[in-house]
Nanobody
Framework: QVQLVESGGGLVQPGGSLNISCAASGSLFSKFPQAWYRQTPGNQREMVASISLDDSTNYADSVKGRFTVSRDNAKTTVYLHMNSLKPEDTAVYYC?????????WGQGTQVNVSS
């Protein structure tokens, strides 16, 4: 089984930057394409950035050019580098496989963008 632990969230001013991380237990997670998702109250979770097994990346239009997904060589830690943050980026951010595996959702990390 895979356990995912997200960290690094916090409060940041509009226009600021934040880096969040996701650490996976074991090596199973490394065998799947991976993604960052986010969710706001009352809304469905949405994919914001994905990285495939060959390291190609894909981004939601809302974050393209501002967010960058990366990972370590072992593919067990995934990062999301967020620049030029906007209030609408406020959400709980999660990592998972892409497509997601229901039993792998972690607690997420809260990102608040506010002045």
């Amino acid at each position: 089984q895979v356990q995912l632990v997200e960290s690094g969230g916090g409060l940041v001013q509009p226009g600021g930057s934040l880096n969040i991380s996701c650490a996976a237990s074991g090596s199973l997670f490394s065998k799947f394409p991976q993604a960052w998702y986010r969710q706001t109250p009352g809304n469905q979770r949405e994919m914001v950035a994905s990285i495939s097994l060959d390291d190609s990346t894909n981004y939601a239009d809302s974050v393209k050019g501002r967010f960058t997904v990366s990972r370590d060589n072992a593919k067990t830690t995934v990062y999301l580098h967020m620049n030029s943050l906007k209030p609408e980026d406020t959400a709980v951010y999660y990592c998972n496989a892409y497509p997601s595996v229901r039993s792998w959702w972690g607690q997420g990390t809260q990102v608040n963008v506010s002045s």
